[in-house]
C-alpha cells in the first residue's frame, strides 16, 4: 500500500448542495399550506431562482469577504488632525449582500406585492432561502422592516394625526426608502433601545429628549427635508446596523418614555472632499459619535456600536409617553426575522448534511463499508433533527401568516380548508399575533441552537472547522451567529415574562387567550386526508392551562413562565402538524406528526421492522419513498 501524503491518497467528494426551493420538502409544504393556489404559481418560478441565486460562488465570495474583513472606525473616529469624523467602514461583501438582499425586495415584497394576507408568507418564504447566505444583513433588513411597518401605520391612520406636513414629508422620504428595491435609494434602520442601566427593561432609560423647534436645519438639502424639532442627548449600549440611514429610538420626555424617528445623516454645509474641495450636498452624522464598536461571540460581520448622542435631531412618532406601544410594531417585524433567521439556518444545514449523507461512507464492519444514508442510526438521527425542523417551520410560519392577517384584515382569510382552519376571526388576529410572537421567537429560536450544533455534528470534525474555503459548508459560521437568537430582541425569560403579562393583562389578555383557544379548536376540528389519533385531545389539554392561567396570579404565573409557554407552543405545533398532514396525507408528514405526539405528550406511534423504520426515516429526510431514498 503506498502511503498517502498532502496531494495524494483518499480525498473525500465534495457534497453537491441543491437548491433548497426543490430540495427541502418542508420548505416545499410551508409553500404549499401558507399560499394559496394562484400565487403559488405566479411567484414559484421567481422563488426557486432565488434559491439558486442565494447559492453562487459570488454570494460566498461575499460571505467570506464581510466574515474576513470586520467592520472598524478610520482612524479611530477622528481625522488626521484629531477632529472628530465617524467614518464606518463596512466592507464590500457586506454592501454588496446588503444590495443584493434589497434588489430581491427581501423587505420590499410584504409591501408591494398585491397579495393582502400572503405577502407576509411569501416574504418570508423568501427570507427563509436567503438567511443562510446573508452574512447577518438580515439584522438591518429586520429593523427596516419593523420601521416601514412603524411609519406606514402612522401615515395611513385613519383618525386625525397631530403631524405637521413636514413631518408627513419626511416620514414619507423615510417610508419609500425603506420600501424599495433600488439599492441606491433604500434604506435599512437602526433600532436604539438598549442603555446601561436597563438592558431589555427599557422603562430605566437614561437618553432624554427636548422638543428646541427654533434650531433649524436640513437633513436633506437636495430634498429640502428638515431636521426634526427634537433634540435627543444620551448614551445608547448596543446598537446594530450601525450603518443604517436612520433609526427609531426611545428617549425620556416630561411625559415619559416616547418613541421618535431620526436620520443618521444631516446636511452639512462645511463638508469637504478628502483633499479639501467643497460638496455642494455634503453630509455629517446626525448628532451621532461612535464610542467604540461591540466585539462579539457572533455576527461579527454585522456593525454594532456604543453610541454617544450629543443634540440628535429627530421626530416625534405618536404620543408623548407611549413609547413602548409605538416599538411594538418593531418588535412584532425582529421576532419574527428572527425565528425566520432560526429556521433558516437550519435548513440550510439539513441540506448540507443530507448532501453530506450521500456522499460520505463510513466502516460496517468485517472490512464492509457503507454510505452514512444506508446507516440505520444516522438516518434515526437526522429523522428526529428533520421532525423538529418542520414543527418549528409550521410555528413560524403560521406567525407570518397571523401578521398578514393583522396587516390586512379585508383580505381573504381561508381560501383553502387547511388555511380556514387555522385564520381566526379577524377581531382576534391582533390579540394573537400579540402572544403569538412571543411564543414564536422563544420556542424556535432556543430550539434552533442545539439542532443547529446537531448538524455540526453530523458532519463530523468537517463540521467543527471553519470551512470558508468551502463556505457553503461553513455550519460553525451559522451555529455562531445564531446562538444571539436567544438573545436579542428580548431574552428567552424576556420574552417568557412578555407573554404571561399579555395573558394576564387586564383589558386584553382574555382577546389573546380566546384566540388561541379558537386556533386550538378550529385546527384540531380539521377533517381531511389523516385521521386523529387516539389520546390527542389538545383542547381538553388547552382548556387546562388556561384553567390554571385564570386562576393563577401573574406574580405566581410568573416563575412558571417557561414551561407554560413551552406547553403552548407545543399544543399549537401539534395542531399545525396535524393540519399539515391532513391536506394531503402524506405519509412522512403523518409521522412526524405522530413523532411529535410520542415526544412531546406520551402518546404512542405504531413502530415497525427495523427495515420499516429505516424507510420511514428516509422517507422523512428526503421526502421519498424509503427505497427510493436510499438509492439516492
Request: hydrophobic share 40%; proline share 5%; glycine share 10%.
Amino acid at each position: 500500500m503506498e502511503s498517502s501524503s498532502a496531494d495524494k491518497g483518499f480525498f473525500q467528494k465534495k457534497p453537491a448542495l441543491p437548491n433548497q426551493f426543490y430540495d427541502d420538502v418542508y420548505f416545499q409544504r410551508c409553500f404549499t399550506l401558507f399560499l394559496p393556489a394562484d400565487i403559488r404559481s405566479k411567484h414559484q418560478a421567481e422563488v426557486a431562482a432565488l434559491g439558486r441565486d442565494v447559492l453562487t460562488d459570488q454570494i460566498f465570495a461575499w460571505v467570506t469577504d464581510a466574515e474576513r474583513n470586520k467592520p472598524y472606525v478610520k482612524g479611530g473616529g477622528r481625522d488626521i488632525f484629531g477632529k472628530w469624523v465617524g467614518e464606518l467602514v463596512c466592507t464590500e461583501g457586506w454592501r454588496e449582500l446588503q444590495n443584493f438582499g434589497i434588489s430581491k425586495g427581501v423587505v420590499a415584497a410584504g409591501y408591494d406585492t398585491p397579495h393582502g394576507p400572503f405577502s407576509r408568507p411569501l416574504q418570508f418564504l423568501r427570507t427563509h432561502l436567503w438567511t443562510a447566505s446573508c452574512a447577518n444583513v438580515g439584522c438591518p433588513s429586520a429593523m427596516q422592516d419593523g420601521a416601514a411597518a412603524l411609519l406606514r401605520k402612522h401615515l395611513h391612520a385613519t383618525q386625525p394625526s397631530p403631524m405637521s406636513p413636514e413631518q408627513r414629508r419626511v416620514l414619507e422620504d423615510a417610508y419609500d426608502r425603506l420600501t424599495s428595491r433600488d439599492p441606491n435609494v433604500a434604506w435599512t434602520s437602526g433600532q436604539w433601545m438598549t442603555e446601561r442601566p436597563g438592558g431589555s427593561d427599557v422603562s430605566r432609560t437614561e437618553t432624554t429628549a427636548a422638543r428646541v423647534p427654533n434650531e433649524g436645519g436640513l437633513a436633506s438639502k437636495q430634498q429640502n427635508l428638515p431636521l426634526g424639532p427634537w433634540s435627543i442627548n444620551g448614551f445608547k449600549w448596543f446598537s446594530s446596523a450601525t450603518d443604517s440611514r436612520m433609526t427609531v429610538l426611545l428617549a425620556q420626555t416630561e411625559k415619559g418614555l416616547s418613541a421618535f424617528f431620526a436620520p443618521m445623516r444631516k446636511h452639512d454645509p462645511l463638508a469637504t472632499t478628502m483633499t479639501g474641495q467643497s460638496l455642494t450636498d455634503g453630509e455629517c452624522l446626525n448628532g451621532v459619535q461612535i464610542s467604540r464598536l461591540k466585539s462579539k461571540s457572533g455576527t461579527q460581520s454585522l456593525p454594532t456600536a456604543e453610541l454617544v448622542l450629543e443634540n440628535m435631531r429627530g421626530w416625534l412618532l405618536g404620543q408623548e409617553g407611549k413609547g413602548i406601544q409605538e416599538v411594538a410594531s418593531i418588535l412584532n417585524l425582529t421576532r419574527i426575522h428572527s425565528a425566520i433567521g432560526a429556521v433558516g439556518g437550519i435548513g440550510r444545514g439539513l441540506g448540507v448534511v443530507k448532501a453530506y449523507t450521500q456522499v460520505r461512507e463510513i466502516g460496517a464492519g468485517k472490512g464492509k463499508r457503507i454510505r452514512l444514508i444506508d446507516s440505520s442510526l444516522h438516518m434515526r438521527t437526522l429523522a428526529k433533527m428533520t421532525a423538529e425542523y418542520h414543527s418549528l417551520m409550521l410555528l413560524t410560519f403560521f406567525a407570518t401568516y397571523t401578521l398578514g392577517l393583522v396587516e390586512h384584515p379585508e383580505g381573504e382569510r381561508g381560501p383553502t380548508p387547511a388555511l380556514a382552519a387555522l385564520a381566526p376571526r379577524t377581531a382576534l388576529a391582533e390579540p394573537l399575533l400579540r402572544v403569538l410572537t412571543q411564543v414564536t421567537k422563544a420556542y424556535v429560536c432556543k430550539a434552533s441552537v442545539p439542532l443547529m450544533f446537531a448538524c455540526m455534528e453530523a458532519l463530523g470534525g468537517v463540521g467543527y472547522l471553519w470551512n470558508e474555503e468551502a463556505e457553503y459548508m461553513n455550519l460553525s459560521r451559522i451555529f455562531r451567529d445564531m446562538c444571539v437568537g436567544p438573545i436579542w430582541e428580548g431574552t428567552t425569560d424576556v420574552l417568557c415574562t412578555d407573554f404571561v403579562r399579555a395573558l394576564k393583562h387586564p383589558k386584553g389578555g382574555a382577546d389573546s387567550l380566546d384566540a388561541l383557544e379558537e386556533v386550538i379548536k378550529k385546527g384540531s376540528e380539521f377533517q381531511a386526508k389523516a385521521a386523529k389519533p387516539s389520546g390527542w385531545n389538545p383542547l381538553e389539554r388547552w382548556a387546562g392551562l388556561r384553567a390554571h392561567v385564570d386562576e393563577s396570579s401573574q406574580a405566581d404565573l410568573m416563575t412558571e413562565g417557561r414551561e407554560l409557554l413551552w406547553a403552548v407552543a407545543e399544543i399549537l405545533a401539534s395542531v399545525l402538524l396535524y393540519v399539515d398532514a391532513a391536506t394531503d396525507g402524506n405519509a412522512a408528514a403523518e409521522d412526524i406528526f405522530r413523532r411529535f405526539l410520542d415526544g412531546k405528550f406520551g402518546i404512542p406511534r405504531p413502530g415497525g421492522s427495523p427495515m420499516e423504520e429505516l424507510q420511514r426515516d428516509l422517507a422523512i429526510v428526503y421526502g421519498t419513498d424509503g427505497l427510493t431514498a436510499s438509492k439516492l
